[in-house]
């Protein structure tokens, strides 16, 4: 596979809690310049981000991260304010609380709250497989794709581990055909992103792939 064509399906990602506005400003430049399908970073730097890259990028951003447990209206909330301030596409975590105590019902809810935030916008979900049953993954791929979201994504890259490739097949299994996959956190090479591809994911949240092409040490989401 062209490396062009991988970079654009990466959502070039730089979520640390020491990320400065130079570091997010250097991933903008790496997004533009290698093609990436966007750039995925903390909502404090959407509105300087969008400033700077105008229609250049698609600027992405994360919601309820990376717990996932703040209320409903937060989020809600959080995905507004960041649609205001320039954001093209929003990462959301779901309340992985909610799916211990089997109530979905809550879930697609609140992910339908927050595809009707977007509107026009792109909506991932994110649902942390590290942290679910084989069971609880499957029931997801059904409540994303009832929800009406546009991507199950597997990962933050915050928990204990992040995409598998197992996870990805389960996914292109069992979600419907209006929902895309997303695959995050540990994607290392070239021969990982295309092994995910082929497996069906149409994107994947990585800051190493970038790296990789710069000739820069890899390591981080």
Known sequence: MDRKDIFKTVDHTLLTQTATWDEIRQICDDGMAYGTASVCIPPSYVEQAKQYVGDKLAICTVIGFPNGYMTTATKEFETKDAIAKGADEIDMVINIGWVK???????????????????????????????????????????????????????????????????????????????????????????????????GASRLGTSRIVKLAKNEQASGY
Not at 135 to 145: A, D, L, N, R
């Open 101 to 199: 105590d089997g109530k979905y019902d809550l879930v697609e809810e609140e992910i339908r709250t927050l595809k009707k935030a977007c509107g026009n916008k792109i909506l991932k979900v994110i649902i942390e497989t590290c942290l679910l049953t084989e069971e609880e993954k499957i029931k997801m791929c059904e409540v994303v794709t009832n929800s009406g979201a546009d991507f199950i994504k597997t990962s933050t890259g915050f928990s204990k581990a992040g995409a598998t490739f197992e996870d990805i097949a389960l996914f292109a299994a069992h979600v419907g055909p209006n929902v895309r996959m997303k695959a995050a956190g540990g994607i290392a090479s070239f021969d990982d992103a295309e092994k995910f591809i082929s497996l």
